[in-house]
């Protein structure tokens, strides 16, 4: 046993080596041993040793006591330590109380209700039309000498559009015109002849059978004068028709023949769209007309204008 007393006053970083003679085993008496600062051998007393100091010695007592204190550099890590888990402490104890946490907020899918189109959508290519479209041509025969319009052109009502050959037509005229001359010339005579004849039978001075003969003779002159007249107005027609003209306005689309032709009656010569009014014109099929609804919503647009 080592008396706590006998090791009072070692400095701190010193080891000290006990050795001993007795017995393993045997208590070492208080008194036995000497102060720090005796040093009488190495038999039964203590040797004040540094720590520094090589040992030299050999290990011979078995019962070998070594004595360590802390120094300094110990003692700083100790206070370092008890300082940062204070100042731990001071900062949880100033953390204000935790916020209580926000209420979730659950996702929710927002649609927009609109109109839409049901349905399968078609979408067809078609042309632009006037509701109505003329075919303008000449009622006779003969050579175009003169088209006054083109196509994209605007027409007024009663616009000369193109002009035939008129030559046949104004012979033809002047011919009615002599036929009817002598018509008339007849239908004088044959006037005065009734007359004159008309005045002897109420004088008994002629037969009625002669009388019945000029009277017949005046009808026939009469007829003839209507027939030239007749012919008058025929040739007077064809010539007015060797002049295509627009009973109404509107926009040439298209042209049949070009100046110099030889026309027949009733060949295109001009096409106009009439100024009422347009439809858009689209072949469809007989499957989508099959499958269309009784009031299908159309809408049409311009390829160059898709608004």
């Given at each position: 046993?080592?008396?706590?007393?006998?090791?009072?006053?070692?400095?701190?970083?010193?080891?000290?080596?006990?050795?001993?003679?007795?017995?393993?085993?045997?208590?070492?008496?208080?008194?036995?041993?000497?102060?720090?600062?005796?040093?009488?051998?190495?038999?039964?007393?203590?040797?004040?040793?540094?720590?520094?100091?090589?040992?030299?010695?050999?290990?011979?007592?078995?019962?070998?006591?070594?004595?360590?204190?802390?120094?300094?550099?110990?003692?700083?890590?100790?206070?370092?330590?008890?300082?940062?888990?204070?100042?731990?402490?001071?900062?949880?104890?100033?953390?204000?109380?935790?916020?209580?946490?926000?209420?979730?907020?659950?996702?929710?899918?927002?649609?927009?209700?609109?109109?839409?189109?049901?349905?399968?959508?078609?979408?067809?290519?078609?042309?632009?039309?006037?509701?109505?479209e003329v075919n303008l041509s000449f009622r006779?025969?003969?050579?175009?000498?003169?088209?006054?319009?083109?196509?994209?052109?605007?027409?007024?009502?009663?616009?000369?559009?193109?002009?035939?050959?008129?030559?046949?037509?104004?012979?033809?005229?002047?011919?009615?015109?002599?036929?009817?001359?002598?018509?008339?010339?007849?239908?004088?005579?044959?006037?005065?002849?009734?007359?004159?004849?008309?005045?002897?039978?109420?004088?008994?001075?002629?037969?009625?059978?002669?009388?019945?003969?000029?009277?017949?003779?005046?009808?026939?002159?009469?007829?003839?004068?209507?027939?030239a007249q007749a012919q008058v107005n025929i040739?007077?027609?064809?010539?007015?028709?060797?002049?295509?003209?627009?009973?109404?306005?509107?926009?040439?689309?298209?042209?049949?023949?070009?100046?110099?032709?030889?026309?027949?009656?009733?060949?295109?010569?001009?096409?106009?769209?009439?100024?009422?009014?347009?439809?858009?014109?689209?072949?469809?099929?007989?499957?989508?007309?099959?499958?269309?609804?009784?009031?299908?919503?159309?809408?049409?647009?311009?390829?160059?204008?898709?608004?």
């Amino acid at each position: 046993m080592i008396d706590q007393r006998s090791v009072e006053g070692v400095l701190p970083g010193t080891q000290w080596i006990i050795r001993s003679s007795n017995p393993v085993g045997n208590p070492i008496s208080p008194k036995a041993l000497p102060s720090p600062s005796r040093t009488q051998g190495n038999h039964g007393y203590f040797k004040r040793r540094s720590c520094d100091e090589p040992r030299n010695h050999p290990r011979r007592i078995d019962p070998c006591l070594h004595l360590l204190k802390l120094g300094e550099t110990s003692v700083r890590h100790e206070l370092t330590s008890l300082l940062a888990l204070s100042i731990l402490a001071l900062l949880a104890a100033c953390r204000p109380a935790a916020e209580p946490p926000a209420p979730e907020i659950r996702p929710v899918r927002v649609m927009t209700v609109a109109k839409t189109a049901g349905g399968e959508t078609v979408s067809l290519t078609g042309n632009v039309q006037a509701q109505t479209e003329v075919n303008l041509s000449f009622r006779i025969d003969g050579r175009m000498i003169q088209r006054n319009v083109d196509v994209g052109g605007t027409i007024k009502p009663g616009q000369v559009v193109a002009t035939l050959n008129s030559d046949n037509e104004e012979n033809a005229l002047q011919s009615a015109r002599a036929s009817l001359t002598a018509a008339r010339a007849q239908l004088v005579e044959a006037r005065n002849n009734y007359e004159r004849y008309k005045t002897l039978l109420a004088q008994r001075s002629v037969a009625e059978a002669e009388f019945d003969r000029f009277a017949a003779i005046l009808k026939t002159a009469q007829s003839q004068v209507d027939s030239a007249q007749a012919q008058v107005n025929i040739a007077q027609n064809r010539l007015g028709y060797a002049q295509l003209v627009a009973d109404a306005g509107g926009t040439v689309t298209a042209v049949g023949a070009e100046p110099g032709e030889v026309v027949q009656a009733g060949r295109m010569i001009v096409q106009v769209a009439r100024q009422a009014g347009r439809d858009a014109v689209f072949d469809v099929s007989p499957q989508i007309k099959d499958r269309a609804p009784a009031n299908p919503e159309i809408t049409v647009f311009l390829t160059t204008d898709p608004r």
